[in-house]
Structure formats: structure tokens, C-alpha cells
């Protein structure tokens, strides 16, 4: 790919996000409705376009928080992305630096808020709560961490907290109490639909970062961690959907490590992985899933 494509797609990034974040809020008007008329079948919905656009939110997010964007307000981005896909901006404002710094280690406290589990069924029952709910369990985990911790703990602001909860209320009870006078739709219908999108997007989201990431703990310096992070073969039709509705997110995340400061996601194939790159399979993920589940873990030593 030239340099010049390159700038080109690195533009259209910004445009895309402004209109990924519309339509968000058309489709958490209209998911309510969708909900009420379809009822289990809505699911479909809530994958596509639901968790397919909270994930490329989710993306915009983080790359906005690297400042990755250009011609628009990373800063302000950052925000407003992070509460229109409920997220608290200082979380992952305060956990994200760990996990490059750290990252394939228990000190990364973005994906290890506990650190290491000693204790086995302990262990077992955090890994199964992990699998099963996503970012919404890890997060809630890591802001009761934070509160916690002893430096962490002074730079977490209960002020932006309550700024939080309000911008929470604006865009998700504006948008879903919009739906109840113009739609008709019930309070439950809107608490239920929204909920289940959410749960669906960190269920997607986490397990993108568990393929790259999940029980694997490195001994060696950060160019030898950051090459142990896994990418996921576009080997079958499993991984090929997966990428697709992630938008490529375990694609080449490897990159993101070795070269956090060059935007990378957007262009994949563009650059050239190291040939001791990691790729794994849908199927080899599952043996990984396996492992959480019985607590076994074993020490990566490239050496
Ligand atoms: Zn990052
Ligand atoms: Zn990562």
C-alpha cells in the first residue's frame, strides 16, 4: 500500500468515526422498537449493525486516546466516545498506559486488575466471570481496584464520576426516553434492549483482547513480551467473522504493541509483521478458553 493510500484512509477515519457515533444513536433509538416487535429474533439486530458498530466505537475510543486521529479533537473525542458506548473515560485513561508498559504481564492492570490469582477455584470462578460478561465485569473489577490502590487511588476524580453519570443520562435516557414518546416503547424494553447490547459488545470486545492477550503471562523485556501478543489467522469463516464484526481488532494487534506510536489498525498489511510474529486459530483459542477454566496458566519464557 503507498504512502499516499495510507493518508488518504488515515483521513477518512475521522469522518467515519463522526458517522459511526450518528448512527449509534439512530440505532439505540430504534433498538428499543426492534426489541419490542421482534423479541428474541432482535438478537440478530443487536450483532448487526448493534455490536459491530459498538466495536468500532469501542476502537475509535482508543484511538483517540493514543491521538491517532487526524483534523479533529482527540481529547474531546476520547469522551464523548467513551460515555455514548458507557464507558468512564479516567478507567482506561488510568489502566491503558499498564498495558502497553506492562503488557503480557500480572502488572498490567488493565487486563490483570487483580494481578495473580493464587488461589485456584478463586482463580477458575474470576476466568469464568471474564469469559462470560467481558469489559463489564473487568471494569468493574478494575474501578474497585483503583479505588483501592494506593497511588491510583489519588489521581481517580469522584468529580468526573458524577460528570459521568450525567453525560450517561443525557445520551442514553435522552435517546431512550426520545424513543418512548416518538415509539411508544416500554421502560423495560429500552433497559432490557440496551442491556443486552452492551453485554454482547463486551463480550465481543473482551474476547478480541483475550485471543491477543488471555492467560498468557510473559518473562522477558517489553520487545520480547509485545511479541508474544497472538493475533488471530484469517484461516476460516469463525475468524473471518470475527474480524469482521471486531473490524480487525486481533488482526494485527501485535503491531499496536511494537509500534504503538504509528496507527496501524486501518491498514492492515501495510507493515511488515517479525517473523516470530504469533497467530493462532479459532480452534486454538478454545484449547486457551479451556485453560482459564480449569486455572492453568503457564509462563511464556522466549529465552
Ligand atoms: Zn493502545
Ligand atoms: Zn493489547
Redesign the pocket.
Known amino acids: 500500500m503507498t504512502a499516499i493510500n495510507n493518508i488518504s484512509i488515515k483521513n477518512k477515519q475521522s469522518v467515519n468515526l463522526v458517522i459511526t457515533l450518528f448512527v449509534w444513536l439512530l440505532y439505540l433509538f430504534f433498538l428499543p422498537y426492534i426489541y419490542a416487535s421482534f423479541h428474541i429474533f432482535s438478537i440478530l439486530f443487536m450483532l448487526f449493525p448493534g455490536v459491530y458498530l459498538l466495536c468500532l466505537l469501542a476502537q475509535f475510543m482508543h484511538e483517540c486516546w493514543h491521538e491517532y486521529l487526524p483534523g479533529i479533537d482527540n481529547k474531546l473525542f476520547y469522551l464523548i466516545l467513551s460515555w455514548v458506548i458507557f464507558l468512564e473515560p479516567q478507567i482506561f485513561d488510568i489502566v491503558h498506559p499498564y498495558?502497553?508498559s506492562q503488557?503480557n504481564t500480572y502488572k498490567d492492570i488493565e487486563?490483570h486488575p487483580l494481578g495473580e490469582i493464587k488461589n485456584k477455584p478463586l482463580r477458575i470462578i474470576y476466568n469464568f466471570l471474564e469469559i462470560c460478561f467481558g469489559n463489564i465485569f473487568v471494569i468493574l473489577v478494575t474501578s474497585f481496584k483503583i479505588s483501592r490502590h494506593p497511588t491510583l487511588k489519588h489521581v481517580y476524580s469522584y468529580k468526573k464520576f458524577i460528570v459521568s453519570i450525567l453525560m450517561w443520562i443525557i445520551i442514553w435516557g435522552g435517546i431512550g426516553y426520545t424513543s418512548h414518546l416518538i415509539l411508544g416503547v416500554s421502560t423495560s424494553q429500552i433497559v432490557i434492549s440496551y442491556f443486552l447490547t452492551c453485554w454482547m459488545g463486551s463480550f465481543m470486545v473482551h474476547h478480541c483482547?483475550l485471543i491477543?492477550?488471555g492467560n498468557l503471562i510473559v518473562e522477558g523485556d517489553l520487545k520480547e513480551r509485545n511479541l508474544q501478543?497472538r493475533n488471530l489467522k484469517p484461516c476460516g469463516i469463525i475468524e473471518r467473522f470475527f474480524l469482521f464484526i471486531t473490524h480487525n481488532h486481533c488482526l494485527e494487534?501485535s503491531l499496536?504493541?511494537s509500534m504503538s506510536n504509528l496507527y496501524t489498525r486501518p491498514f492492515p498489511q501495510a507493515y511488515v509483521l517479525p517473523e516470530k510474529t504469533v497467530y493462532i486459530s479459532f480452534g486454538e483459542y478454545l484449547v486457551i478458553l479451556k485453560d482459564m477454566l480449569t486455572g492453568k496458566c503457564v509462563v511464556v519464557n522466549p529465552k
Open positions: 498495558h502497553h503488557v487486563f483482547e491477543e492477550h501478543t494487534h499496536h504493541h
